[in-house]
């Protein structure tokens, strides 16, 4: 692979982090036992947490637990008098991940697991695919499909496979005269069938990979072997055998359906006269038959080709081919998967331009760990939407390799995470909800099983709260598990060695990027090309060419039309603006001037996005799309609700759309490809680009494998032109710890976790952590007037002082340090809540108020305690709507305004712009006010009307919904371990769901496959597919044809994600299912005598 000029530079100089006197904080065996978790953030779907300092994207905590970014895009985007501040991606999904630590809304069935395993199959048989099963095995099949494709995937399928096949032979049993000639291998058990085609085609398996892999090394990635040293290759070959060894029995097991571990359950209950001696001799028999299935099983897996692609099979090669189209490594990625630290598991950070192909290299390593090591793996992504993008595509990978995929953001996620027995699992996650996964993992002892945590955009550490977050889950890491492996990867890092001090990390770095990306910069007609060499960092390039009459030159003074028309339709242009409502008046302002040619384009396909946003809508439309759409432009930010961007997102990717204004917040979201991205001015909101949001902006064009060319253009103002030149020149900017800026939602919730965890206990072990902590690698620059010691002390004794943790004394003396800690029950809701330390006491007042006069007539009540703190206080009512509102409140639900001490005398007077002498707390007026809203959309499940209503953009709306689901989830857990709340527990469960789906029932089922929202669960739904039984036996050609606006792509993805998740449910099941099934571990052994066995 030619990499041109690209310059490989490898720092490995890794500076051992000093940690003062770690000895017995380190080798405390509890310590080591322990392991840490939590977090998340999507913005505003797609707002860049990149930008999270700026004016306009600010972190906004929605929960308490998990900051939510709100981005906020000011100026002439500000609503007067609202609240326009939109949750950015981390709010999107505010407190997805803060929210819920540990929640569980994955499974949200209340039945016995018996009850679930009877659903599932009951479902199983009603899909519409099964009845007609027999003639359409080539499609649908899962099995089928697996024993066309491989081996390893067989075992994946084991339970579809064991299901289709009991209804198939159900079906020849009604229908005798059926010939089962064609179909002779759904005669016998589907394991047997999986064995037998196995068996059959194992030799010429094997003969043909080795042939491939001859071919394989006759390429280019001869070399990639050959590198490889042989020793390390029969290492993992021989860890690859052994795990394939122990894989084999349980995934054996795994094809007994759940239906026959049940009825042989059952029946043995029902018979035993002696159910020990009767199950005991279960386990005997079941023991046998394991025994035998591995057997067989290593006949199997003599020919399981593992090691040939970088110690993996060399199916992973062919899939990366298949899937991803990527037929080779580029050479950097090849010579970092080699290096002799990277081999020696060390912890690595790595940077390369964007687009320079990151991604992969990192999947290798977590593919090695799962498949080779046989340990979990965790991968930090900053955006909801970038986990569920990141989900959908490796699902496919999960089902074919054997692994599973769990999706940790949003409202989904289980803490702890399953227990798998055999197939480990890849846990995506959001940054909050990752922290949350670790605490967990630390608090029930499992942090060891975690093999590996990759961190993309790792210079997200230096942002705010959720930069602190990240940094406590990577210290927890660090401090309690060795054995984990830690790898952090950016396009835009500067100051490498704190990172590397802090990680204990190498480094890796080059200046590769596929495709050429060029600068340029626009000052009135003129365009420059970026040019370090030259004297003042530009020369000149050309003058634009364009005839502007006086009235286009009035409407567009930055000559848009002229540049964007160079690109569209042909090729994609994003034009990022520096507020939401300027996206909206450029996308109008373009098509005002787009000549009519251009409505030909695609007209149909157009027309499609249209009639599918309204049917996502409830048939509202926005009319800014209305009118840009059929240009093929469309404008994206946080305005739009998720079901809106993801839809938008689709066309603009299949080329349907060619052109989107935008906000900061693309650039950090979804891979959106361009061949031309400009830059409307060089702001975001009202604060001046920085270099890192520059570069990731312009790094969205010119995207590998999509175009072949990208350029960028910056729209200057003369007045301007100084700075500029500055950012185009000076290096990218510092990352800083905000550990200790971030108060409370920081140092404090750290501390408050590494105590009730156990982490350490006093305060030498305390300070011994932050030692270790990015903020101690930085505490000299960042707090120069105060030492960590200081500091540590500090905030333990707020800490204490707030109630939340308690001092014991080791000894007699009064020494500071010859104190232990402890939680305290209210430490201990907070931190299980994951409540922002700042809330914790007013949450625990409000609670307590409402215990003594609860109004259950309606939801209201239990909306107001669910309303998030953060965002009500950033609420600005508006009066007239607050006392229209309020007007429109049956006596009951004016009853709870009366409670909390808003009477309608105060809204009426308000709204009427009169003086109030008595002083009413603003707080609880603009948190009921949110309820209000929140109250109007659960009665109404439709954004628009409730957007209307309040006037607030449906975005924001959504935002709320999600950050209250959040929230509630949190306060559910923040009563777990309050026993004076125990009455909340049941009502907040209910009305946690009831936020998080704030859909018709029937659609849940849909939408907790990954990347299906609202709008598309109804389109499948109204086609049949009812449950995710139907989408995981779905044909994606067959979803393509019966579905609007769905591509192939999409099909797939959709498909596999159904596939995933059902199987981890089935899985789940089943461990229950044996569990339940095992002798316990203490049963009393009484020996049975002789007569009694007769
Ligand atoms: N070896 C390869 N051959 C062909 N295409 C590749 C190869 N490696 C990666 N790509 C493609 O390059 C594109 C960009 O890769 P990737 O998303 O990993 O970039 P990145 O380095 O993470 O950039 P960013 O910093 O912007 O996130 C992807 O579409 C990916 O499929
Ligand atoms: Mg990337």
Same mark, same amino acid.
Do not use: H, M
């Given at each position: 692979m030619d990499e041109g000029v690209s310059r490989i530079r490898r720092r490995?100089?890794?500076?051992?982090?000093?940690? &003062?006197? #770690?000895g017995s904080g380190f080798a405390a065996p509890t310590a080591a036992e322990l392991k840490p978790g939590d977090e998340e953030g999507e913005e505003a779907m797609v707002a860049g947490s990149r930008r999270r300092k700026t004016v306009e994207v600010q972190p906004v905590e929605v929960s308490n637990s998990e900051p939510c970014l709100i981005a906020h895009f000011g100026g002439d985007d500000t609503d007067p008098g609202l609240l326009p501040r939109m949750p950015t991606e981390g709010t999107q999904r505010p407190n997805d991940s803060e929210e819920d630590m540990f929640g569980d809304y994955d499974s949200f069935a209340e039945n016995s697991f018996l009850a679930q395993v009877d659903d599932l199959e009951q479902q199983y048989m009603q899909v519409p695919e099964h009845r007609k099963h027999a003639s359409d095995l080539s499609t649908e099949d899962l099995c089928s499909e697996s024993i066309k494709h491989n081996k390893l995937s067989i075992t994946t399928v084991g339970n579809f496979t064991e299901l289709k096949t009991d209804e198939h032979i159900k079906n020849h049993s009604r229908h005798e005269d059926v010939s089962i000639e064609p179909d002779?291998?759904?005669?016998?058990p589907s394991s047997q069938v999986l064995y037998f085609e196995n068996l059959q085609n194992s030799s010429d398996d094997l003969g043909n990979q080795c042939t491939k892999e001859r071919d394989w090394n006759a390429s280019s990635h001869k070399t990639v072997n050959e590198e490889l040293p042989q020793n390390r290759i029969e290492q993992h070959q021989q860890i690859d055998d052994s795990s394939s060894k122990v894989r084999t029995s349980s995934e054996e097991n795994r094809r007994k359906s759940l239906k026959e571990h049940l009825k042989s359950a059952m029946t043995g209950n029902a018979k035993a006269q002696t159910p020990i001696f009767s199950r005991t001799k279960q386990l005997k028999e079941t023991l046998l038959s394991e025994e035998i299935n591995v057997a067989k099983k290593t006949i199997e897996s003599s020919s399981d080709d593992l090691g040939p692609f970088y110690s993996l099979p060399s199916k992973v090669r062919d899939l990366y081919v298949q899937f991803k189209g990527i037929e080779k490594l580029y050479e950097w990625q090849h010579t970092c998967l080699t290096l002799n630290s990277v081999q020696e598991r060390k912890n690595l950070i790595y940077s390369l331009p964007t687009s320079g192909g990151k991604t992969l290299v990192a999947e290798i390593l977590m593919l090695q760990e799962l498949l080779c090591r046989r340990r979990d793996v965790l991968m930090i992504l900053p955006y909801v939407a970038i986990v569920q993008e990141k989900i959908s595509g490796l699902s496919s990978f999960g089902i074919e390799l054997g692994f599973f995929v769990e999706e940790y953001a949003g409202s989904k +996620?289980?803490? &702890? &995470?399953i227990k798998r027995r055999e197939k480990k699992s890849l846990y995506i996650a959001t940054i909050e909800k990752g922290h949350s996964l670790v605490n967990s993992l630390i608090e029930t002892g499992r942090i060891g099983s975690l093999g590996l945590v990759v961190v993309d955009e790792l210079h997200m550490i230096g942002e705010g709260s959720r930069g602190a977050i990240l940094e406590m889950t990577l210290a927890k890491i660090l401090y309690t598990s060795k054995t984990t492996q830690i790898i952090g990867m950016s396009a835009t890092l500067n100051n490498v060695e704190d990172l590397q001090e802090f990680l204990q990390a190498e480094y890796y770095t080059s200046q590769f990027r596929p495709v050429e990306l060029k600068e340029y910069l626009k000052i009135n007609n003129a365009i420059y090309e970026v040019d370090c060499k030259a004297e003042n960092g530009m020369t000149f390039s050309r003058l634009l060419n364009c005839q502007y009459s006086d009235t286009l030159k009035k409407m567009d003074p930055d000559h848009l039309v002229a540049l964007v028309t160079e690109v569209i339709p042909n090729y994609s242009c994003l034009v990022f603006c520096p507020t939401k409502k300027n996206c909206e008046n450029v996308a109008e302002m373009i098509c005002k001037f787009l000549s009519k040619e251009y409505l030909k384009q695609r007209e149909k396909e157009k027309h499609e996005v249209i009639k599918n946003l309204k049917n996502i809508s409830s048939g509202n439309l926005c009319p800014v799309l209305k009118r840009t759409i059929p240009f093929g432009v469309a404008y994206h930010h946080s305005g739009l609700t998720s079901d809106e961007r993801k839809l938008l997102e689709e066309a603009y990717s299949t080329g349907v759309l060619c052109l989107f204004t935008c906000t900061s917040t693309l650039a950090a979201g979804v891979n959106l490809p361009a061949r031309r991205v400009i #830059?409307?001015? &060089?702001?975001v909101a009202k604060e001046f680009l920085k270099r890192n949001q520059y570069k990731q902006m312009i790094g969205r064009a010119g995207r590998a494998g999509i175009d072949s060319v990208g350029e960028s253009i910056l729209i200057l103002q003369e007045k301007d032109k100084q700075q500029v030149l500055e950012l185009i020149s000076r290096p990218l900017e510092n990352c800083y710890s905000h550990l200790v800026q971030e108060f409370t939602k920081g140092i404090q919730t750290l501390f408050l976790s590494l105590i009730g965890l156990k982490i350490a206990t006093n305060l030498d072990d305390v300070y011994h952590f932050m030692c270790g902590t990015f903020f101690g690698v930085q505490q000299k620059i960042l707090l120069k007037e105060k030492s960590l010691w200081e500091i540590t002390v500090e905030s333990l004794r707020y800490l204490t002082e707030k109630g939340l943790l308690q001092k014991d004394a080791?000894?007699?003396?009064?020494?500071?340090?010859q104190y232990s800690f402890h939680i305290t029950k209210l430490g201990r809701a907070s931190f299980k809540g994951t409540i922002d330390l700042a809330y914790c006491d007013i949450l625990y007042r409000d609670l307590k108020k409402g215990l003594e006069g609860l109004v259950l007539e309606s939801l209201l009540h239990l909306i107001y305690l669910t309303t998030p703190y953060d965002m009500a206080s950033q609420c600005v009512p508006d009066w007239m709507i607050y006392f229209r509102q309020f007007s429109q409140l049956s006596p009951a639900e004016q009853n709870v305004a009366a409670l909390l001490g808003v009477s309608e005398n105060f809204i009426g007077k308000k709204a009427s712009g009169q003086a109030i002498k008595k002083k009413v707390d603003k707080d609880i007026v603009n948190r009921l006010y949110l309820s209000f809203v929140l109250y109007t959309l659960l009665k109404e499940t439709n954004i628009w009307s409730v957007s209307e209503k309040f006037n607030m953009p449906r975005g924001y709306i959504q935002s709320l919904l999600t950050g209250a689901a959040s929230f509630s989830s949190c306060v559910l857990h923040f009563c777990e371990e309050l026993e004076e709340f125990w009455v909340y527990r049941a009502l907040l469960g209910e009305l946690t769901k009831k936020l998080t789906y704030c859909v018709k029932a029937e659609l849940i089922p849909l939408m907790e496959?990954? +990347?299906?929202?609202e709008g598309r669960a109804k389109q499948l739904y109204n086609a049949g597919y009812k449950s995710l039984m139907h989408l995981a036996n779905a044909n994606p050609e067959v979803l393509i044809r019966t579905l609007d606006h769905l591509s192939r792509r999409q099909a797939k993805q959709i498909v596999s994600s159904a596939k995933m998740l059902l199987h981890e449910k089935a899985e789940a099941l089943q461990e229950e299912v044996e569990e339940l099934l095992r002798l316990p571990p203490d049963f009393p052994s009484i020996e049975v005598s002789a007569t009694e066995k007769a």
């Open positions: 490995v100089s890794v500076r051992k982090r000093d940690r &003062p006197s #770690l002779i291998l759904y005669d016998v +996620g289980k803490f &702890p &995470p #830059l409307r001015a &060089p702001y080791i000894n007699k003396s009064e020494e500071e340090s496959v990954t +990347g299906v929202l």
